[in-house]
């Protein structure tokens, strides 16, 4: 039987980290501007599909759904003590280096089973100027898979956090911007996995160009 919310344990984890790191964070150091927040609905399963430019991204757009956000990550963190206990509440699940698709779906279907919100990157990588130009099907196969909705989510900003060769991110302002949900594609064939797929993509960068 699947939940309609993440673990109990999960959330006070997640309100821990948020308002006593992430929030504030965002929200002096970076100026932060948060749009469409009541787009999010407050429990059940959804796949939230955003674009990337930077490793701040996963922390800033599960703060600004005011809900966790679960995430695959490196197969490595799960060997370290005490931060493989911390990641693992937070949401995040194992992949290996060079892992097949396939398996990286079935633990995001399990995770939306638990009633998480699962965070799909449109392009899979990070982009410079932090637009989606080359969309993967991944998030609207896990869509249809599951038949939950997407989010779409426009991250603006992130792209200059990071200057190479300085210790600290730099203090560059950010804008969240949250999409209305998009429904799942009606079928796992690829007509409609590249409909969804770039309608998800076109939300996206037109709140993207909306800019601060």
């Not at 109990?8 to 308002?19: M, N, R």
């Not at 006593?20 to 999010?40: C, D």
């Not at 599951?146 to 190479?164: C, H, K, M, N, Y």
């Amino acid at each position: 039987m699947s939940r309609s919310r993440e673990p109990s344990s999960s959330l006070i984890l997640y309100h821990l980290f948020k308002w006593s790191v992430v929030s504030p964070v965002l929200h002096t150091y970076f100026r932060g501007r948060i749009y469409g927040a009541e787009h999010v609905p407050t429990k059940g399963a959804m796949v939230v599909v955003s674009n990337h430019a930077s490793d701040f991204d996963p922390p800033i757009l599960s703060n600004c759904v005011r809900r966790p956000v679960a995430y695959m990550a490196k197969e490595e963190l799960f060997e370290v003590p005490v931060l493989k206990q911390a990641i693992t509440l937070y949401g995040a699940y194992p992949v290996k280096r060079g892992q097949s698709d396939r398996s990286a779906i079935r633990s995001a279907l399990q995770k939306l089973d638990e009633g998480w919100g699962v965070g799909v990157f449109l392009q899979g990588t990070r982009t410079a100027d932090g637009r989606v130009t080359a969309p993967k099907l991944g998030a609207a196969l896990i869509a249809a898979k599951a038949q939950v909705p997407l989010l779409p989510v426009s991250l603006w900003g992130t792209e200059t956090i990071v200057d190479r060769g300085k210790l600290l991110p730099r203090p560059v302002p950010v804008t969240v911007r949250i999409g209305e949900l998009v429904n799942p594609p009606t079928s796992t064939d690829r007509q409609s996995l590249e409909e969804v797929t770039q309608h998800c993509s076109e939300v996206i960068n037109s709140l993207h160009d909306l800019g601060r």
